[in-house]
């Protein structure tokens, strides 16, 4: 059956399908997210089939107020109550310690924390609110593909697999949350995000472990959907990094044609004459206007199957430049214009 595409005053229709037990995808200021009743079973198994998610991959949690989460967690520390009133809503989701049962374990993969979310758009919370439960949200991507960032991006993944899409518009993040795990001694992050450890830090005064860099940093992460490549375009890219010189670049291209992709910053697509089988898309001015165009970008090409080569310029990972860093990376599977 086609999805539909609902609006901000059809939300009590939204709502319905989240109690009846159907998938309804719902805007965030990160990405859209597929959203089934947490407390649903039926529902949540659904999310793994329409995604193609494997199973041991938790959800995250998406709550429109505190009292949503309390019901299932632990008490909170002063720290989570004092970032929770810095961050919340807004792009910081949290792990706790859960009361023994209260999610089931298709929500929580079996472990006895969950990861819980407060998003930044108020259709979405007001779409939970009237549902009257919380709602599972990971992105509404097919699992593996960049995440969407507009309702069309998902209506592209989903369509026929969803009952709804609510529709807001593009995204103004670009990047999933950052993730950051309050049930263990040292809080960690586990995903960078728009929120970054010298945000977190200034709020609990001590130090906060960043679990991709921090000596000793295992291979097998403990986000487990860190674990799988991910945010993947059908063609391969290639990071050009901040010490690469761009004209190499097009000199490789010339000796080497094909319709060729590239994704850099306003200054270098100016400053570069580009060969006729070259796709120049800018990303913008800075690290934030990269990180907001990324995926969108990224899905454009696929739309193109012609090209089988994206160069994407690298930046150095500070503030939202590490979340952006940390997604170009995975869907380039590390590979760098300085390999070839
Ligand atoms: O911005 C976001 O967070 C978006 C929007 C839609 O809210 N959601 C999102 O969900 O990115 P998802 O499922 O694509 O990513 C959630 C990540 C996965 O890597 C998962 O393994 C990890 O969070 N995760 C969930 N629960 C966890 C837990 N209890 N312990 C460790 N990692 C967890
Ligand atoms: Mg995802």
Redesign the pocket.
Known sequence: METLILKGSQLDKAAEFIRQGELVA?P?E?????GADATNEAAVKKVYAAKG?PSD????V?VSNIAMVEKYTEPFSDEAKALMKKFWPG?L?M?FKLKPNALSKTV??G?N???F?F?NNQMTLDLISKAGVPIV????NTSGKP?PTTAQHVYHDLNGKIAAIVDDGPTSVG???T?L?M?VTTPSI??P?AVTKEDVEAVIHRPVIDELHHVGAKQTP?????KYKHYAPNAQVYIVDPDDDWHDVVAWIQKNPQPTGVMAFDDVVKSISWPDNVDVISLGKNAASAAHDLFAELRDFDNHPAYKIIFTQGISPEGIGEAYMNRLNKSAGQMHFNQL
């Open positions: 719902f965030t990160t990405v859209y997210g597929l998610r991959n938790p959800l995250i998406t792009s989701t792990i929580t993969g472990l924390t969950a990861a979310r998003p949200g990971p992105s509404a995440s990047v999933e949350s993730i795990d049930s586990l995903r995000g403990k986000a487990p959907g860190m």
